[in-house]
C-alpha cells in the first residue's frame, strides 16, 4: 500500500488525508474491492475505522472533522482489500 499524504484541507479542526489508487501489479492481479482507512491519536493505542468497516469504499481522500483536538498528533494507516483478500497496512 502507498503513502497516506496530509491533505490541503488539514486545519487545527480537520485532518484531511489522500492517498493514490493501487494499480497494476500492486493489485496482484485484481481490481481493489475497497480501502480500509485507520487513525488513532499518538496518545492512544486504539485504531478508529474511518473507511471500509461496514461498507466497501474506494475513495481516495478522507476528512475527521469531528473530535480533532488542536495540537495532538494523529498516525492513519490503510490498506487496499481484492478478490483475494486484504494486503498489509501501510506505515503509519
Not at 503513502?3 to 479542526?13: A, C, F, K, L, Y
Not at 480501502?35 to 478522507?62: M, P, R, V
Amino acid at each position: 500500500m502507498g503513502q497516506i499524504s496530509r491533505g490541503t484541507d488539514t486545519s487545527t479542526s480537520v485532518l484531511h488525508v489522500t492517498w493514490a489508487a493501487l494499480t497494476g501489479d500492486d493489485e496482484g492481479g485484481s481490481m481493489v474491492l475497497s480501502y480500509f482507512l485507520q487513525y488513532k491519536s499518538t496518545s492512544s493505542n486504539n485504531w478508529i475505522t474511518l473507511l471500509g468497516g461496514s461498507s466497501d469504499s474506494k475513495a481516495l481522500e478522507f476528512r475527521v472533522t469531528s473530535g480533532v483536538v488542536a495540537g495532538r498528533q494523529y498516525n492513519f494507516r490503510i490498506l487496499a482489500r481484492n478478490k483475494y483478500g486484504s494486503g498489509q497496512y501501510s506505515d503509519i
